[in-house]
Every structure is written in structure tokens, then in C-alpha cells.
């Protein structure tokens, strides 16, 4: 069993910075084996990909936030990032980390962590 915590949320105003964290723990070997996710998801509207590193370091990211936001992964204290900078109203929403493998049959969610940018 693996379990995502994330933190790092908050209030903040369009143009400024969070830096979310999504800290894992359990076993050790999962977490190495997992791809990592961050997701959102904002009032009356489908949870959605933001961001994603496999256990290599490829990254990928939603056009929407391209440039602004990046994912990274410290394997040494199971804890993965996500910077996001130039923040606008749009990106409010509830943010979730992931870890999954379609290899193992992993799927671990976070509880999510609130993100509002205010204008």
C-alpha cells in the first residue's frame, strides 16, 4: 500500500507562484515503480490531467499550462513537485496527486489540495 499526501496549496493572486508537494510513503518499491500524476479538477467540471513524470523523468504537461508549470520528482524522499508559476484564475482548482503503473496495477490518489488565484 502506498499513500499520497499533498500540500502546498493556497490562496494566491493572478501572476504568483505555488509550489505543490505530494509526499509518499509505504512501500518503497512501489513508489519507485510509479509514474506520477498531478490532476485538477475545478467546480462542476471533469478531473483533469495537468501533469506527468514517469520513473525516468519524462515529463508531459496539458497545453494550458505549457511554460508556466513543472512537474519533478525526488525518488531519494519520495516526493514529488509541482511549480507553478504566472498563475491565473482558471488554474483554481483542487489539485491531486497520482501514482500508477499499468505494469503492477497501481492506482493511488492523493487527497488533493486547494488552489485558488484570485483576480
Known amino acids: 500500500q502506498v499513500q499520497l499526501v499533498e500540500s502546498g496549496g493556497g490562496l494566491v493572486q493572478v501572476g504568483g507562484s505555488l509550489r505543490l508537494s505530494c509526499a509518499a510513503s509505504g512501500s518503497i518499491y512501489s513508489i519507485n515503480t510509479m509514474a506520477m500524476g498531478w490532476y485538477r479538477q475545478a467546480p462542476g467540471k471533469q478531473r483533469e490531467l495537468v501533469a506527468s513524470i514517469t520513473t525516468g523523468g519524462s515529463t508531459s504537461y496539458a497545453d494550458s499550462v505549457k511554460g508556466r508549470f513543472t512537474i519533478s520528482r525526488n525518488n531519494a524522499n519520495n516526493t514529488v513537485y509541482l511549480q507553478m508559476n504566472s498563475l491565473k484564475p482558471e488554474d483554481t482548482a483542487v489539485y491531486y496527486c497520482?501514482?500508477?503503473?499499468?505494469?503492477?496495477?497501481?492506482?493511488?490518489w492523493g487527497q488533493g489540495t486547494q488552489v485558488t488565484v484570485s483576480s
Open positions: 497520482r501514482g500508477y503503473s499499468t505494469i503492477y496495477g497501481y492506482n493511488y
